[in-house]
């Protein structure tokens, strides 16, 4: 198996609602219909899917019990707090204001509409290339 992710995808109440939410952050959407919503990222796809359809076709009734975080990094420090804004403004909610954080960087969380929490992130030792790849630099 390759190392590497193809496709994120996040159960939601509502894609449509989602949708509007993820657009507002500046996305648009490459497919939709009225059980799935997919965005074509820098080498990945994210995709917004019907809650129970989502679980039906894992075949799990998912209790909640993982626990996850997906994250955007900034090239530079000073963005992080106006995108956490962004986010508020666009109908998620701030989980933890952004803040100088231990390993050295700056970030903080929101979520979504549906609770699906994202760190907005700057990493001084990580380099975002021109396609929005990340290399930690290692």
């Given amino acids: 198996m390759d190392q590497r992710i193809s496709l994120i995808t996040l159960g939601v109440t509502d894609p449509a ?8 952050m500046g996305w648009t959407a490459s ?4 059980e799935i919503v997919f965005f074509q990222l820098n080498g990945v796809v994210l995709g917004l899917f019907r809650r ?3 679980d039906a076709d894992m075949m799990r009734d998912n209790d909640g019990s993982g626990r996850v975080a997906l994250a955007y990094n900034v090239r530079e420090r000073d963005e992080v707090d106006p995108l956490l804004d962004q986010a508020v403004e666009a109908g998620g909610s701030l989980l933890k204001a952004a803040h100088q954080a231990p390993w050295g960087g700056y970030s903080g ?3 979504d509409p549906d609770g699906h929490a994202w760190e907005i992130a700057w990493n001084d030792q990580w380099v975002i290339d021109a396609g929005g790849n990340v290399s930690m630099g290692v």
Avoid at 17 to 24: C, P, V
């Fill in 17 to 24: 609602r989602s949708r509007a939410f993820y657009e507002a």
């Fill in 31 to 34: 497919f939709e219909n009225d």
């Fill in 52 to 54: 129970e359809s989502f």
């Fill in 109 to 111: 969380y929101f979520a």
